[in-house]
Nanobody, 115 residues
Framework: QVQLVESGGGLVQAGGSLRLSCAAS????????MGWYRQAPGEQRELVAT???????NYADSVSGRFTISRDNAKNAVSLQMNSLKSEDTAVYYC?????????WGKGTLVTVSS
């Protein structure tokens, strides 16, 4: 089992920035990708960004150029720097890790962007 704990959500004005962090613990050996997904009210959960243990990144088109994902393998942590936030970025953001093909999820942290 992998436990994931997110932090850093909150309320921010449009155009502002937030940084989300996620720390993994438990059976962390073998974790390949880590990343962030989000779910807005009434919507399905969607990918925001992922990063592999080797540092390869993948971003949703809607956040590319505004968000930056980073990973600290030594600390088993992943972060998401979110800049130029828009009202449509409002959602619960979930940390994700994939280990031997199994997905693990954090409980989520709410990001609210006011216009």
């Amino acid at each position: 089992q992998v436990q994931l704990v997110e932090s850093g959500g909150g309320l921010v004005q449009a155009g502002g920035s937030l940084r989300l962090s996620c720390a993994a613990s438990g059976s962390i050996f073998g974790i390949n990708s880590m990343g962030w997904y989000r779910q807005a009210p009434g919507e399905q959960r969607e990918l925001v960004a992922t990063i592999t243990s080797g540092g390869s990144t993948n971003y949703a088109d809607s956040v590319s150029g505004r968000f930056t994902i980073s990973r600290d393998n030594a600390k088993n942590a992943v972060s998401l720097q979110m800049n130029s936030l828009k009202s449509e970025d409002t959602a619960v953001y979930y940390c994700n890790s994939r280990r031997y093909g199994i997905d693990y999820w954090g409980k989520g942290t709410l990001v609210t962007v006011s216009s």
